[in-house]
């Protein structure tokens, strides 16, 4: 199976902070990776696929970039909806992988 | 608009068996692949298993797999997941997903509620 490594765990930041999660994977993976935000008794949401194509709906603020092993979602000026767990997911191969999380708090 | 509603959770003794079911609206369900996707209490997501638009293959994780069935009634929108012998390590909300595409590349574009399972003696 493919694992994914986001970095880092977890994150404190503050409202207008730009931030930057990195996701990695143990094998090359093109551009096949989702990325998710999951809020406190919630599901998870897709904000962006194919590595940097943000969904409808989704702020211009986020951001997706990478290929092949790494990759990285940005959010440029932090807003208080923003603060939330942010997961990656590879769907190169079967079974599909996510990353183990990282948690985006308030300072 | 597309709706996935899980049902079927509750607290269950480990070794015994629990049906989940999810109904789907919104959308032409036999369209699509269906996965069930699991989140342990704190934890991170972890794919469980997926079954195809037709019904014809199904996938599992090999943690599930030999214990877990997921099935699909296309004439009643619905995806079932069959869990048998459960061990306390299942205890998770689990949430039935839809497989989206773009551009081909596959994407996990709808989710469910969730439904938690416990299994507890």
């Known amino acids: 199976d493919i694992q994914m490594t986001q970095s880092p765990s977890s994150l404190s930041a503050s409202v207008g902070d730009r931030v930057t999660i990195t996701c990695r994977s143990s094998?090359?993976?093109?551009?096949?990776l989702n990325w998710y935000q999951q809020k406190p008794g919630k599901a998870p949401n897709l904000l962006i696929s194919v590595a940097s194509s943000l969904q409808s709906g989704v702020p211009s603020r986020f951001s997706g970039s990478g290929s092949g092993t790494d990759f990285t979602l940005s959010i440029s000026s932090l807003q208080p909806e923003d603060f939330a767990t942010y997961y990656c997911?590879?769907?190169?191969?079967?079974?599909?992988?996510f990353g183990q999380g990282t948690k985006l708090e308030i300072k | 608009q597309v709706q996935l509603v899980e049902s079927g959770g509750g607290v269950v003794q480990p070794g015994r068996s629990l049906r989940l079911s999810c109904a789907a609206s919104g959308f032409t369900f036999s369209r699509y692949d269906m996965h069930w996707v699991r989140q342990a209490p704190g934890k991170g997501l972890e794919w469980v298993a997926v079954?195809?638009?037709?019904?014809?293959?199904?996938y599992y994780a090999d943690s599930v797999k030999g214990r877990f069935s997921i099935s699909r009634d296309n004439s009643n929108n619905t995806v079932s997941l069959q869990m048998n012998r459960l061990r306390a390590e299942d205890t998770a909300i689990y949430y039935c997903?839809?497989?989206?595409?773009?551009?081909?590349?596959?994407?996990?574009?709808?989710w469910g509620q969730g439904t938690l399972l416990t299994v507890s003696s």
């Open positions: 997903v839809r497989e989206g595409r773009i551009s081909g590349y596959p994407l996990f574009d709808y």
């Open positions: 079954i195809w638009f037709d019904g014809i293959n199904n």
């Open positions: 997911q590879q769907s190169y191969t079967s079974p599909p992988t």
């Open positions: 094998q090359f993976i093109s551009r096949f």
